[in-house]
């Protein structure tokens, strides 16, 4: 499967952004749907994930209540809709997928076999 990842951008602190990756090449609902990013310096890091039925989402902590993933199978897309943007949420976006990969696996990067490239999104304070 070929994913791309796209919707990033410049906001304001309190802003927001719905970045969307868009799967090519197999049934993207087979696949579970992880979020990653890394800001300059740091660890690439969790940040939102979604089971295959999209019963189930995942948040890391320090985006829980703001952030919001959610996918729709039949336009092969899974979306992240990130609201009240805050400086520290600076960082290169990516998302990942696989057709193998459990649950309890999903914020796991290295889970992870399909990647896409990632989506620059800069919050200014």
Do not use: H
């Not at 996918?71 to 520290?88: F, G, S």
Request: hydrophobic residues 35%; aromatic residues 12%; contains cysteine.
């Amino acid at each position: 499967v070929q994913l791309q990842a796209s919707g990033g951008g410049l906001v304001q602190a309190g802003g927001f952004l719905r970045l969307s990756c868009a799967a090519s090449g197999r049934t993207f609902r087979n696949f579970g749907v992880g979020w990653f990013r890394q800001a300059p310096g740091k660890e690439r890091e969790f940040v939102a994930a979604i089971s295959r039925s999209g019963s189930t989402p995942f948040y890391t902590d320090s985006v829980k209540g703001r952030f919001a993933v959610s996918r729709d199978n039949a336009k092969n897309t899974v979306y992240l809709q990130m609201d009240n943007l805050k400086p520290e949420d600076t960082a290169v976006y990516s998302c990942a997928a696989d057709d193998r990969i459990i649950q309890s696996s999903l914020r796991v990067s290295s889970r992870y076999r399909f990647w896409g490239q990632g989506t620059q999104v800069t919050v200014s304070s």
